[in-house]
């Protein structure tokens, strides 16, 4: 919600206004794709009934992200996805523009996605010209400042830097919401530039391998081979001293039992090597040879006294610093995972909401003539819904339509459909979207909004929800 006196007191009325901004969308085919236009009039207003408030789920927002600073000596923060926000020094100012010194709080969140953009109360549906569209996001922020609970402005001159990640690709224009005329204010066209922040910080390290854990040589039990190895081939072994093998009571197709077939404890054997068995980890076949036998013995590595106490204070100090090292690497991956693959640079000289966005020019998506009722309700008697949100996922994009406009319900096809409800009593309702597939085509359609069984209590909540979760 907006960060501003009377916000309750506000909210309804300044969203019951088109969304507007002053870019001409039309593209060169006037078709239903996405078109990329530069700014060329004034987007005019559209009436009220048009563009009610979205009314929020309770208690349910985008999170807010909260910074403080000195207002003197600026400030600089980032976000997980890789926005940078960056606040120059003496920027702040109040209502009557007077400097602000002291410490102060600006609240920041982004919207990339429909429940994002659905929560946020701002309509993407304006008119150019005439001409109807919908806006396809690109993502959207909304920034603000106060101190002691009482807004703040920034100084004329001034401006926040704010390097926006953003999931979407390709060339978009950059609008301001003038919150006096209820417009959207075209800003620039940028092409945005590779988040350099998904690139690994700790690229090309790797954590050192674990030594195989010593194992205490038990003198009463335990039968031992005593030989000289060559560790050459098994670090997790070289680093040890004084290692001794004991059978490991394990008998497989190659190796004999020790116990059972004493001459190999009595023989003399001229060439001892040391493999590993597969799929066991600690245990190694060792293989006997000299002029007139072989055999072969399953064994495991044990020390006794000091080699043990020492190899065990080596380990565990390995294994120690080996962890915090995974602990470190598996972060990172999961830093990498949340940046976003593009950043957008977007200067901000007045608060308020930014929206990268490119135009639907809705004439151009196919028509349906609808009808749209509770579950629980009888065909042809005046339902309680009295707007609908059409939502196309994949552009970012929701478009509201009031009872009064279903005669003209435009949609866009080929591409997925979410058609939801709030309602004060049955909460969220939507339309089963297999239904609402096999009707595209239609000139009629009659829908049955079916409330959810557990209702979103958060925006994740909802976006699984939209997303058939």
Not at 187 to 211: E, F, I, M, Y
Not at 292 to 307: G, N, Y
Request: with cysteine; proline share 6%; hydrophobic share 40%.
């Amino acid at each position: 919600m907006l960060i501003i006196p009377n916000m309750k007191d506000i909210l309804r009325s300044f969203f019951i206004f088109l969304i507007l901004g002053s870019l001409a969308a039309c593209d060169e085919s006037e078709s239903a794709s996405e078109a990329f236009v530069p700014p060329t009039d004034v987007l005019q207003t559209a009436s009220e009934e048009a563009f009610a408030a979205i009314t929020p789920l309770k208690g349910v927002e985008v999170p807010m992200h909260r910074f403080e600073w000195t207002a003197q000596e600026g400030g600089r923060f980032e976000l997980k996805n890789g926005t940078l926000v960056e606040v120059p020094p003496q920027a702040i100012v109040d209502v009557d523009n007077n400097p602000i010194s002291g410490r102060v709080e600006m609240t920041y969140r982004e919207f990339h996605d429909a429940a994002d953009i659905l929560m946020s109360g701002v309509s993407m549906r304006y008119d150019s010209a005439g001409k109807p569209h919908v806006l396809s996001s690109a993502g959207m922020l909304e920034i603000r400042v106060s101190k002691n609970g009482e807004p703040l402005f920034l100084k004329d001159g001034k401006s926040i830097e704010v390097t926006m990640a953003s999931f979407a690709q390709g060339s978009y224009n950059l609008y301001y919401l003038n919150e006096e005329t209820k417009a959207w204010e075209y800003t620039l066209t940028h092409a945005p530039k590779p988040n350099p922040n998904r690139k690994s910080r700790l690229s090309g390290v790797k954590p050192p391998p674990l030594p195989l854990k010593p194992e205490k040589l038990d003198r009463n039990k335990d039968l031992v081979f005593n030989y000289d190895i060559n560790y050459g081939s098994f670090p997790e072994l070289a680093i040890y001293n004084g290692i001794q093998w004991k059978y490991a009571d394990i008998v497989d197709n190659k190796s004999k039992d020790p116990t059972q077939d004493s001459w190999i404890t009595q023989e003399r054997w001229q060439a001892v090597t040391l493999s590993k068995k597969n799929g066991r980890k600690g245990l190694y076949y060792l293989n006997l040879k000299n002029s007139v036998r072989t055999a072969t013995v399953i064994v495991s590595p044990v020390l006794e006294d000091l080699d043990y106490e020492e190899a065990m204070i080596y380990y565990l100090h390995t294994k120690k610093e080996r962890d915090n090292l995974m602990a470190k690497l598996a972060e990172e991956q999961d830093r990498i995972a949340q940046q976003a693959a593009v950043l957008r640079p977007c200067p901000v000289s007045k608060l308020g909401f930014f929206n990268w966005d490119k135009a639907l020019n809705t004439n151009n998506f196919s028509k349906m003539a609808v009808n749209f009722r509770l579950e629980n309700e009888t065909d042809g008697v005046p339902s309680k819904i009295q707007q609908v949100f059409l939502i196309l996922p994949e552009k970012n994009a929701v478009l509201s339509y009031h009872r009064d406009e279903w005669a003209d319900f435009r949609y866009l096809p080929g591409t997925p459909i979410q058609i939801v409800t709030f309602l004060k009593e049955e909460g969220f309702a939507m339309v089963d979207a297999k239904v609402f597939a096999e009707a595209v085509g239609n000139p009629t359609g009659s829908f049955v909004m079916k409330p959810v069984s557990q209702q979103p209590q958060s925006t994740s909540a909802l976006r699984s929800l939209l997303n058939g979760g």
